[in-house]
Each structure stands twice: as C-alpha cells, then as structure tokens.
C-alpha cells in the first residue's frame, strides 16, 4: 500500500456520522471539509447528534458507517505538528469511534499512513485502521468559483480493539 495512492479504502463510499461527542466548532469544519470528498469515497454525511442506528454504548451499528468523535486541522502546520496532534486526540477515541485529520503538508500524508501501519505490528494495545486516505484540492476561496491550490490530505482513523 503505497502513500502516493490518491485513496486507499477498502469498503467505500462510507457512510460518516458526525457523532453527538464532537464539539460543535469540529463539527462545522468537518461538515465542510468533507464536502470536498468524492462521492465515490464519502457516500453521506449525517450531522446526528441523537442517531437511532447507535447501540446503548454509543456504536454505530451499521458496518459502512464510520462515526467520527473528534477532528484535527492540520491545515497549515508542518511537519511534525499533524502527526502530534493527531496522536494526543487519538487519546480521547475509544474502539469503534474514529478520528478525522486534514493536513496541507504533503509529508503527513507519509507520516500518518506509516503510524497506523506501525499500529497494526504492534501486539498491544488498540489498532488504528485508516480508513480513509484522500487528497483533495482546498475549497473555493470566497468570491472565486475555483478552488484553492492547497492540497488537502484528508485522513479518518478507526481505532479498533485489538482482542
């Protein structure tokens, strides 16, 4: 699995619910950075703060959709800090929530993909599955019908129980 592919999912186009923990401030760059996502990789997003398809403990029950708890933007930092801050919020996700990441410096693209394969070799603790690796362009800036040049790397991981 090479980190220059421009996706790499493995049961898309997923479904995404915006779960009732993400803080509101998340919820709205999430909803908009999402939207630059292919259909072909993010079917819906559902902004459900009440889902009635969650269990009693909180989890999705419905297997393509991947419920999203919190969000790193990573825009415009370099490299190290989206790695760093996507592993300090990976402390707040429990198995079976995951973790949305945008970044603009190509080398978290690298950095994150090698992290949750490295999470994967490890005989302890939780998995993380990258469930979805995609570029996008940026959004359109204001007033201008065609979008940025920045390249958004958009990344959700799943934190899977290891037993």
């Known amino acids: 699995?090479?980190?220059?592919?421009?996706?790499?999912?493995?049961?898309?186009?997923?479904?995404?619910?915006?779960?009732?923990?993400?803080?509101?401030?998340?919820?709205f760059v999430s909803q908009s950075l999402l939207a630059l996502l292919p259909a072909a990789?993010?079917?819906?997003?559902?902004?459900?703060?009440?889902?009635?398809?969650q269990t009693k403990d909180g989890h999705d029950t419905n297997p393509s959709s991947i419920g999203i708890k919190r969000m790193v933007d990573g825009r415009g930092m370099a490299c190290p800090m989206p790695l760093l801050k996507t592993k300090v919020a990976l402390r707040d996700v429990a198995a079976h929530?995951?973790?949305y990441v945008v970044a603009t410096d190509p080398n978290s693209q690298?950095?994150?993909?090698?992290?949750?394969?490295?999470?994967?070799?490890?005989?302890?603790?939780?998995?993380?599955?990258?469930?979805?690796?995609?570029?996008?362009?940026?959004?359109?800036?204001?007033?201008?019908?065609?979008?940025?040049?920045?390249t958004i790397f958009h990344f959700i991981i799943t934190k899977t129980d290891s037993n």
């Open 1 to 27: 699995m090479s980190a220059d592919n421009d996706a790499i999912n493995t049961h898309a186009p997923y479904s995404v619910v915006l779960t009732a923990k993400l803080p509101e401030a998340e919820r």
């Open 41 to 53: 990789c993010i079917a819906n997003v559902v902004d459900d703060r009440a889902n009635d398809s």
């Open 97 to 99: 929530e995951s973790l």
């Open 110 to 150: 690298a950095d994150i993909t090698a992290f949750c394969q490295q999470s994967q070799q490890a005989s302890h603790g939780d998995t993380l599955i990258l469930t979805v690796n995609q570029k996008t362009a940026g959004p359109a800036e204001e007033g201008l019908s065609k979008p940025s040049s920045d």
